[in-house]
């Protein structure tokens, strides 16, 4: 069994006018894939804020590969660990390239420029989310969707250990959905590992291996995807009623 | 990046032209070869005075400010994450007419008004400073606010010293209000602090790319992004002061300058610095040279002339690029 | 000189030496005043400048001054002056070398002037000092009432070496001011309001050249003894006042419209007895002879408030 990679140590989210949840004691090793569900505002951006050291716990500590996430200090912190965030803001106009370029800050001195090594390995990532000739593109022109695959290609250039991901498949049709998971799945199969929030049921249970359930009264509960699919409690997570099906052997869950 | 070596040369080409131009011409008609000989103290005293204590003096001060102005600017858009803000938005300008107009108002010799003014200018900044902390973290928005609100609390300052001071003190207010490079005084003060600037915040013109993505994205890429922004904000602050202190408050220049850069090089802050120092500086000087020399021996604001040769130039910009 | 001395010399009864002594004795402090400055004159920043022989390359840097120059007969050494230098006529052919406000100083440098003569108040300081530390000898004025005008003619005199001029001019303004003064200013008081700008309404308190005048022609400034040289006030406060006679300047030299407003206020005693009057604002606003002839518009103007009196009072 491989070392941890990030683990959880007793950790208890801080969400400002909420109380505390129960504190979470889990670890992620290479290979993982994770996903958390919970329903919205439950503290999923929040939770991977805190793993990624942006914002301190209400109490319990973070370790990447067994440091505490303070000791590492922010730029080692970038170079093993990448987040996408759910939201992209662009105050001033940058190209593609550019854009995903700055995934390589966290190895470059004050300095240095950036190498032809970087440029390829920026490149390579906008080709993986299928962004290639894109490259002087002003970001503003930008759809939606391309945003949010640039932003994961940021990730990408960033050749992290641990991806994570806030609500990736925002803003994605079902194609580009389908392989920007498939991406994430290539990374953790070449040993990395990825913790990704969703809202979508039917994808956790595909492309994760493990689930984090969040559950708004503060509880929670993680494990294998198989034990965490249980109807019920699915139901009571969402508080929505749903109908399970099955569809090439993987359990489907719908409103009903 | 790789623009950098052919921007530099072209902008130092540019400035190095703007600065022969102040020195070659003013009110008096001198010719290139009366000018030369003045500049190195040959030829009649009048040339050499007019040459080497008038105008190479201004010139070089004009430069200054104009650079200073510019990276100013240029920082404090990358702090505020907001293309609109221009050195004097956080009230630093207000805070050292304020600092000015007191010294004149207590009747201080000019060296003591220069430096009230600068002192205004960085008791400003530490008052923005401490009422925008409030309760812990604060955000380019609440930084924005508090400046804004400080600077317009300077402003009435401002009209009040004007209204109550004594009619013979006005017109020497109202000259260091307007922005003038007549008052400078050594350019070489000014030119080092805008060297050292320069070249100290070259190295940060990656990290301030990043931050300019939003703290929370710079902050995901190994960038501390309090540390820096405390860093941006003091050391804008600090340029901002040295212009003002030189030659009144001179405006456009510092918003203007970065945003046309910009338009035409992209947002790479380790070219857009280095630029506009050199932009700055340049278009500075030429707005000065005009001022005194266009309608001489009627000397004018130079802050007309900056309003006058940026906006045209501005617009043509923007309405060429997409 | 030297033929009385050789004469002494000649003299058989004195030593033949005595009369190179007395030779030395006179030509040496006659060489000293060929050399030494003999011109030094106080400015009003109570700093002596001197000149070692009398300007004929002047500077001037204020309308005012221009006029006083020209007043002692100095016109002819102005070799650059600041716009609105309009009096006398010939002064709008002398030069222009910026405003007062704003000097262009190299063509201050460039006209290699002996003498800048700069106006306290009016000039920038920045640039006053920049020429005096281009070396230039400059003479500060900043005259305060009727006295320095005539003071500043002798010094102005002296420092070009028209003294006997400055001189002159300085008797005559005392003597036509002396005039004025024996004959109006014992009259009964006039309570007065000048107003010198519209928006805002601005008037003079008694420090004021202005105020200075209306106390001479027997007035009796109603905000005379406001602290500022210059106090804003507001409407109010003047209908308040009611003061017998209202006099206005206006922008102009012909425009009267400032004393015209006031008619609107027809519960106010100066309108009532249409004390209304327009003085040239040329004729009051400089430091100079023409003051006189400002005041005595000034003083004819209270004296017909005086005659428009009802009987009774």
Known sequence: ?256 | MTRLPATLAVLGLAALASLMLAVAVGSVPLTPAQVWAGLWGEGPPLHTTLVQELRLPRALAAFATGGLLAVAGALMQVLLRNPLADPYVLGLSGGAAVGALLAMLAGVGLALVSGAAFIGALASTLIVFGLAHGTGSWTPTRLLLTGVVVAAGWGATINFILAISPSQELPGMLFWLMGDLSHARSPWPALAVLFTATLCAWPLGRSLNVLARGSLQAAALGVRVRGLEWTVYLAASLLTATAVTVAGSIGFIGLVVPHMLRLVLGNDQRVILPASALAGGALLTLADTLARTAIAPEQLPVGVITALLGVPLFLYLLHRSR | MATNVQHHSGDARTPWWTGLLAAGLVLAPMSGVMAADPICVEDDRNERVCLSQPAERVISLSPHITEQLFAVGAGETIVGTVGFSDYPPEAESIPRIGSHDRIDVEQVVAKSPDLVIAWGSGNPSVQVERLEALGLPVYVSEPRGFADVADELERLGQLTGRSDAGREAARAFRGEWEALQTRYAERSPVSTYYQIWDQPLMTVNDEHLIGQAIRLCGGDNVFGDSSRLTPRVDREAVLGADPEAILASGRGEEREDWVEEWRRWSGSTAVQRDNLYFIPPSLLQRHTPRILEGTRHLCEALDEARDRRPEQE
Request: proline letters at 7%; a negative charge; hydrophobic letters at 45%.
């Open chain 1, 1 to 256: 069994m491989a070392a941890s990679l990030l683990t959880l140590d007793d950790l208890v989210i801080h969400i400002p006018e909420r109380p505390p949840g129960s504190p979470l004691n889990l670890a992620v090793a290479p290979g993982e894939c994770w996903g958390i569900l919970g329903p919205n505002g439950v503290g999923k951006t929040t939770l991977l804020h805190t793993l990624a050291g942006l914002r301190a716990p209400h109490r319990g500590e973070v370790r990447l590969g067994g440091e505490p996430l303070a000791r590492l200090g922010r730029q080692g912190v970038a170079r093993r660990l990448a987040l996408v965030f759910q939201d992209h803001h662009d105050g001033f106009p940058a190209t593609v390239l550019e854009t995903a370029l700055i995934g390589r800050h966290p190895y470059l001195r004050a300095w240095d420029v950036e190498s032809p090594e970087d440029t390829a390995i920026a490149a390579e990532a906008l080709a993986r989310v299928d962004l290639a000739g894109l490259e002087h593109r002003l970001i503003a022109t930008l759809s939606g969707g391309e945003r949010q695959r640039l932003a994961i290609a940021t990730a990408l250039t960033q050749t992290p250990e641990l991806f994570l991901l806030d609500e990736p498949t925002n803003h994605l049709d079902l194609h580009h959905q389908t392989r920007v998971l498939a991406l994430v799945h290539a990374e953790v199969a070449r040993g990395r590992a990825a913790v990704l929030s969703l809202h979508d049921i039917n994808l956790a249970a595909r492309h994760c291996d493990r689930l984090l359930l969040l559950y708004p009264d503060g509880q929670a509960c993680w494990g294998p995807t198989a034990e965490m699919l249980v109807p019920e409690a699915l139901e009571r997570l969402y508080g929505q009623p749903l109908a399970t099906g099955s569809v090439a052997g993987q359990p489907v869950f719908v409103p009903r």
